[in-house]
């Protein structure tokens, strides 16, 4: 059995650690809100993105213009191109080992299949995962996700875009943590290219706009606003994914952590109690020992 | 008529920029700079690298860079959704140089792995911050 001083210098210690993780509980959640708002206030620009999108389609469609673009052509895969989100720490519970399995699960339907992968890393945990087991990486980004740009999203988008077209790939995934709510996070994987955009229902989308200029131009630009803006709402996801992660394996570990101290003050009270008894025992004896004497 | 106002949104992808009555907007298209007033017809175009500037009256007027989006006009107003603006009062001048100095340096040297169509917008966006910046 643990002497008393041994139990009391492990409580103090379960106490350090429980502060810590609490307070790195209390900073996810902080940043949780923030990458929620973030979610939040790209809507209407989403919103109204698509918006105009699809009704351009629509248009289009109505005059029976075939929609031909690059990032629309569908190829034989041959080479694919996997942008696999993590994050850039740990302490999230298992945000980053899903990932990296599902990843590597894709990987090897796509090498069954007889198809060469490249990967782009977001996020220093995916990367050093990759780069240790020598995957074929085209790029990383990291350090990102402390101050979360636009133009990020925008230069990942670039990367892969200009692959595609060049026929250098023929399909692009992106594998992430979705932000369901505060408690679920699910991997998903989604289709980046080619794009197959929605032909979108509803009257109220034909108005009559003029245009400038043609609408295939229009057509090309807004494609490539959408693919920024998808690539920017799996950043934002993914982030908010990753603080809702680590803020419940913090609290799980708060939460562990008050348990242990709980049982180990109980065994420290159990201790001193047994060591006030030897005490008095000896104190007695020792007494009776000198009456016995006189 | 002159004074007639009308709703203007300015939208990026991180948040509202500006929402507002104005009397004009003037804005970069691909295909040359225009500007809007009140009672326009319905209208969508492609906007480039360049200034935008808000006329709330006939007197006051703001300034802001952008490196291009969609501009569009209905019966109900304008929206303006812009992948990045900034307000002519919050550049940054001197990261704007640098950016500048960067891309200069990059398209200077040619590398053979040089993503020119990248470097020569990087380029064209901090020239026209620069520019914006000194017009305040």
Redesign the interface.
């Known amino acids: 059995m643990a002497t008393l001083r041994e139990i009391r210098r492990r409580i103090a210690s379960i106490k350090n650690i429980e502060q810590v993780t609490d307070a790195m509980r209390v900073v996810a959640a902080a940043r949780l809100r923030r990458a929620q708002e ?1 979610i939040i ?2 809507r ?3 919103d ?2 698509n918006m ?1 999108l699809g009704h ?1 389609i629509s248009q289009m469609d109505v005059e029976n213009e075939a929609l031909t673009h690059p990032l629309l052509e569908t190829r034989e895969i041959k080479h694919a191109c996997i942008v696999s989100v993590s994050a850039d720490r740990g302490l999230c519970g298992s945000f980053n080992s899903n990932l990296i399995r599902t990843t590597t699960q894709r990987i090897e339907h796509y090498q069954e299949s007889g198809a060469d992968v490249t990967l782009i890393c977001i996020g220093r945990r995916g990367h050093e995962h990759f780069v240790r087991r020598g995957y074929d990486i085209t790029d990383s980004y990291i350090n990102i996700f402390r101050q979360l740009e ?2 990020t ?2 230069d990942v988008v ?1 990367e892969f875009e ?1 692959l595609y077209t060049d026929k250098k790939i023929d399909k692009v995934e992106v594998i992430y943590n979705n932000f369901k709510s505060a408690i679920l996070q699910t991997v998903l994987v989604e289709q980046l290219l080619p794009l197959e955009p929605e032909i979108p229902e509803g009257d109220e989308l034909f ?7 043609g609408q295939a ?2 057509f090309e ?2 494609l490539g ?1 959408h693919l ?2 998808q690539m ?1 709402k799996v950043l934002l996801d993914s982030n908010a994914a990753e603080q809702a992660a680590r803020m419940a394996a913090m609290e799980n570990a708060t939460q562990k952590a008050k348990e242990l101290i709980d049982e180990l003050i109980l065994q420290r009270n159990r201790a001193r109690q047994t060591q006030i008894t030897t005490e008095i025992s000896e104190i007695v004896s020792g007494a009776a020992a000198l009456e016995g004497k006189r | 008529m002159l004074n007639r106002s009308f709703h203007l949104e300015i939208r990026t992808p991180e948040q509202l920029i500006y929402e507002g009555d104005v009397t004009s907007v003037h804005a970069p298209g691909v295909e040359g700079n225009f500007q809007i007033l009140a009672g326009h017809i319905p209208f969508l175009t492609a906007l480039d690298v360049g200034e935008i500037r808000v006329r709330e009256s006939s007197e006051t007027s703001q300034l802001m860079a952008t490196s291009g989006g969609v501009f569009e006009i209905l019966r109900t107003g304008v929206t303006v959704l812009v992948e990045t603006a900034e307000w002519a009062s919050e550049i940054d001048v001197e990261r704007a140089e640098s950016a500048l100095a960067r891309a200069q340096e990059q398209l200077k040297a040619n590398a053979p792995d040089l993503n020119r169509p990248r470097a020569e917008a990087a380029l064209a966006r901090a020239q026209n911050r620069i520019k914006v910046a000194s017009n305040l």
């Open positions: 973030n206030a790209t209407p620009y989403a109204k993105l105009v351009l636009f133009q999203a925008v670039h200009h108005l009559d706009y003029i245009y400038e200029p131009e229009l630009m807004l606003k920024n803006m920017w």
